[in-house]
């Protein structure tokens, strides 16, 4: 059992007060607040063990070089990657699929060729296929949605073609809070050979993920999503595809050696990770996996699902109310429209009873247009919220319902 009232104590930013009303936090999918020991570790690591890392001879160079890549091998345990340097730290999410949209295409993929995507991706899963397909003339296929807000796992099957080259999906979805089938998915494909990159940006942070035990070929996220800082991210992916994969950015650290005739690459994780890396942000990255581990992700999954479940139960109690994602398998992740109130005065109200939620079409608007609607409202938790926070919650929507009220 989690003891939230010393979790709490570690976040202190969860005791602030906005608009004199005391903060209830409800947007966590955008972004997660950052326990004490991360933030001291930005501040020990600028203070104690700041040098360029790699390379360097000197001791304090080292020493931030190991701690650099003890956090990679901490990510690495963490997702359970057979290697280190299958952990390529990016800048996020976005960066990881950019790096995999333009280095896969070129690498494998001819004009006509297909990548599988879903209705309920995040643009940063929609977008840089697009720029590819600008560039190189390959094809989208889109895995549609049903009713409830599931992947329709029939018409992938039938997606499949000669030309399919690769499966991009969301591991769960950041409007839905679906947790998809992605064993299943991950086998269909593998059933054509195709490789699967999965976006685990709302994943980490609320289910275990093994990716060996997925024998998924790329996986990435978000350290901001995960408790850690912002400006940092992982792509992981298996050994024998990064090695066939050409570099995604060229400058320092990427090379073994450069002549103005010829280029060698370095070996991985380098070949990916041209420039000064973020070598801080990866070591409160590790930080904040640790914290994690310490709490137990199974005990986080078990505590945010029964806030998902109180608050969908009482959320129920309002009528009107449309809840967007109605999946089995769900995250902690609850949008909805309060009758045909708009989201944006639903959020901007709440945020004056100091509840923060979010309201639009979460970078998602395909799904937005599959869903029939301009945008929703969303609250998605974390482990530090409460039940009581959920209260709070419920009885601002209803207030805001009785302020739209006819007199
Ligand atoms: N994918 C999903 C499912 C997300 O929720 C997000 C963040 N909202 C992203 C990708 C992009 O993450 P980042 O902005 O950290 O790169």
């Known amino acids: 059992m989690l003891d939230i009232e010393r979790i709490w104590k570690d976040f202190p930013i969860l005791g602030h007060t906005v608009y004199d009303k005391p903060l209830v936090y ?7 607040q950052k326990p004490k020991e991360v933030v001291e570790k930005i501040r020990d690591n600028y203070y104690n063990v700041n040098a360029n890392i790699h390379r360097g001879v000197h001791f304090l160079s080292q020493a931030a070089t190991e701690a650099h890549e003890e956090a990679r091998r901490e990510v690495q345990r963490f997702l359970n990657a057979r290697h280190a340097h299958e952990i390529i730290f990016t800048r996020g999410t976005t960066e990881a ?14 004009p006509g060729d297909e990548v599988i995507i879903s209705e309920m991706e995040h643009h ?4 840089p296929w697009q720029i590819q397909a600008a560039r190189k003339g390959i094809a989208l296929k889109v895995i549609p949605i049903t009713e409830k807000g599931e992947l329709s796992l029939e018409t992938y099957r039938n997606l499949f ?22 064993k299943e998915i991950i086998e269909i494909a593998h059933q054509h050979n195709v490789p699967v990159l999965l976006d685990g940006a709302q994943a980490v942070p609320h289910t275990k993920v093994d990716v060996q035990d997925l024998d998924v070929e790329f996986y990435a996220f978000s350290a901001h999503k995960i408790y850690g800082p912002t400006g940092i991210g992982v792509l992981y992916g298996k050994e024998e595809w990064l090695d ?11 090379i073994a050696t450069v002549t103005f005739g010829k280029t060698v690459f370095n070996e991985l994780p380098f070949k990916f990770e041209a420039g000064t ?6 070591t409160a990255l590790a930080e904040a996996l640790r914290y994690v581990n310490r709490l137990g992700i199974e005990e986080i999954a078990a505590y945010e699902h029964e806030l998902l479940r109180y608050a969908t139960e009482r959320i129920k109690t309002i009528h009107p109310i449309r809840i967007f994602g109605e999946a089995p398998h769900k995250s902690g992740v609850l949008s909805f429209l309060l009758g045909d109130i708009h989201h944006y005065d639903t959020g901007m109200l709440l945020d004056h009873m100091g509840i923060a939620v979010r309201t639009g079409h979460h970078c998602a608007q395909p799904l937005m247009k599959a869903l029939g609607v301009e945008g929703t409202v969303r609250a998605s938790f974390a482990f530090y919220n409460t039940k009581a926070e959920i209260d709070t919650f419920i009885a601002g929507l209803e207030r ?5 009220k006819p007199k």
């Not at 699929?97 to 001819?110: E, G, P, Q, Y």
């Not at 073609?161 to 992605?182: F, K, W």
């Not at 066939?244 to 990427?254: V, W």
């Not at 890396?277 to 990866?282: E, Q």
């Open 26 to 32: 409800f947007d966590n999918a955008a972004t997660t």
């Open 97 to 110: 699929i950019n790096l995999i949209a333009s280095s896969f295409t070129d690498a494998c993929m001819s």
């Open 124 to 127: 940063s899963n929609i977008v």
């Open 161 to 182: 073609s000669e030309r399919t080259r690769l499966v991009s999906v969301a591991h769960v979805s950041n409007v839905l809070g679906t947790i998809n089938p992605v």
């Open 244 to 254: 066939k994969l050409p570099p995604y950015q060229g400058g320092g650290e990427m």
């Open 277 to 282: 890396p973020d070598y801080i942000g990866s």
């Open 400 to 404: 805001v319902q009785s302020m739209f």
